[in-house]
């Protein structure tokens, strides 16, 4: 489009190059609100909900949650618009998944209206960011047309044979080709997903073949269809992602690896067992998993390894019950 502008008619070549440009525009910042918006997570319990005492505990699809003494069902039926529809109940998020809800193995999240997990938007999309990541895959296409469009515009308003122009002009042939190539992918998806707008479906609905056997339930007609999705507010997000987080006890006292990788000594360095010091300063603590260990005991079982001529023991890695009885034998044997 920059070369347009050096042709001789700039009226006609300064609004291709601002359109040109909103759609650019339009087009990266519906990609940051798709991306960047929560798309529906639904907040984890901490606790199995409690069972529900109409549920018959003879059905087989009883589950026992662990170290809780709760069995769940793990399905539900619930009635929309007049219809039963089952909700599976989730083991990760301890949860009964809401109606059209279902976890991703993504991001590891329960999503409202689940449509799919998009790679390259790197976010799911749900209940939240549908209508941007539609408005993101539309304005996608049509820029693509647009280039396509206006390249050839700028090919054919040359004067002279076509080959050589399209030989001369390598930057339109460029953007022709590529254009023409990605239009059909952002351009099926496009339409792909209106119809999905038309019949109220998901993509994950439409490929597990939810409405093939079965009326849907949500389905109220195309205009009614339409008009809920863009014409109806977009709910608040269950999460506030602003709160201050509670570390949990296992946080706190962390895992006996990360302390090992904070910085493990070498045979070089000094120890300190009754401080629970090591280094050449003991200026460093002794894992804690070290330091609750019963040392008593080890030093005259040194002194006999010793006195022996055999390899010292090393008592960071056995409690001195376990500490074995060294013999001419089990020296080979490590040897």
Not at 99 to 117: E, T, V
Not at 264 to 275: A, N, R
Not at 295 to 324: R, T
């Amino acid at each position: 489009m920059l070369l347009m502008i050096k042709q001789e008619n700039p009226f006609f070549n300064y609004p291709v190059l601002i359109g040109g440009l909103l759609l650019t525009v339009l087009d990266f910042t519906f990609l940051f609100m798709t991306s960047g918006r929560d798309p529906g997570i639904i907040p984890r319990n901490a606790q199995p909900p409690e069972l529900d005492e109409s549920v018959d505990l003879n059905t087989p699809s009883i589950e026992w949650i662990s170290n809780k003494d709760v069995k769940l069902p793990r399905t539900k039926d619930l009635i929309v618009n007049g219809h039963s529809v089952r909700v599976k109940f989730c083991d990760t998020c301890l949860l009964y998944r809401p109606p059209r809800a279902s976890h991703c193995s993504i991001c590891n999240n329960c999503i409202q209206k689940f449509d799919h997990h998009c790679p390259w938007v790197g976010q799911c999309i749900g209940l939240r960011n549908y209508v941007s990541f539609i408005f993101f895959i539309s304005t996608s296409t049509f820029l693509c047309l647009y280039v396509f469009v206006f390249s050839w515009i700028n090919i054919i308003r040359q004067e002279g044979d076509l080959s050589s122009i399209m030989r001369d002009d390598l930057l339109s042939v460029a953007l022709i080709v590529y254009c023409f190539v990605a239009v059909w992918f952002v351009g099926g998806l496009t339409v792909f997903h209106f119809y999905l707008i038309c019949t109220n479906q998901t993509t994950y609905e439409n490929f597990r073949y939810r409405y093939d056997k079965k009326e849907n339930p949500f389905n109220r007609g195309i205009l009614k269809n339409i008009k809920e999705l863009f014409f109806s507010k977009i709910p608040p997000s269950m999460i506030n992602f602003r709160t201050w987080v509670t570390e949990d006890d296992d946080s706190v006292a962390g895992s006996a690896a990360a302390e090992f990788n904070e910085g493990f000594i070498g045979s070089k360095d000094k120890f300190d067992i009754e401080m629970g010091k090591y280094g050449k300063e003991n200026d460093v603590r002794l894992p804690s998993i070290l330091q609750n260990l019963d040392y008593s005991g080890i030093d005259d079982n040194l002194k006999k390894k010793e006195g022996n001529g055999a390899d010292a023991f090393d008592p960071y890695f056995l409690p001195s019950e376990q500490v074995p009885k060294y013999s001419p034998r089990c020296s080979n044997e490590r040897t």
